[in-house]
């Protein structure tokens, strides 16, 4: 697909209805892709259309605005979450659940990719909890983008 460039649009520029739907599903969504998906963006160019919108002032500016809203003294800031969720996935005896703490992060991070993309990367990892035991078995295999 090309890299299509994105036109100049004012910061004052009204966001389409899309846009501000775009805007308020990021902070639930997965990733950019499917946050443009909820938004009513179609699967196939909802990747682009993320990208394109994220680079476009106006979605820009209204999304560090819906940020900074709803930053609050009582509510703890992403860093601090981060260090608070890595110390509890430090596995320790009084630790309860590090392997959620660590599923936490990585969903913070974005790191799992997006709904129905299992494909995209060849490998798919299953975690298997073993709760007694306190251990985890990563089992790791290649699939095929072809199959």
Do not use: C, W
Request: hydrophobic share 40%.
């Amino acid at each position: 697909m090309a890299n299509k460039s994105v036109k100049p649009v004012p910061p004052d520029k009204p966001l389409t209805r899309k846009q501000a739907r775009f805007m308020a599903a990021l902070p639930l969504a997965s990733s950019n892709t499917a946050a443009a998906i909820t938004a009513g963006y179609s699967p196939a160019s909802a990747a682009e259309s993320a990208s394109e919108n994220l680079r476009k002032s106006n979605v820009a500016i209204a999304i560090a605005e819906q940020q900074k809203a709803l930053e609050t003294p009582a509510i703890m800031a992403v860093h601090q979450r981060k260090e608070r969720l890595s110390e509890l996935a430090r596995l320790t005896p009084d630790t309860f659940d590090p392997i959620k703490a660590i599923d936490v992060l990585n969903r913070m991070e974005r790191i799992y990719a997006p709904e129905g993309a299992n494909g995209a990367t060849g490998i798919k990892i299953t975690v298997v909890y073993v709760e007694k035991q306190r251990e985890v078995i990563v089992q790791e295999s290649t699939e095929s983008k072809n199959a």
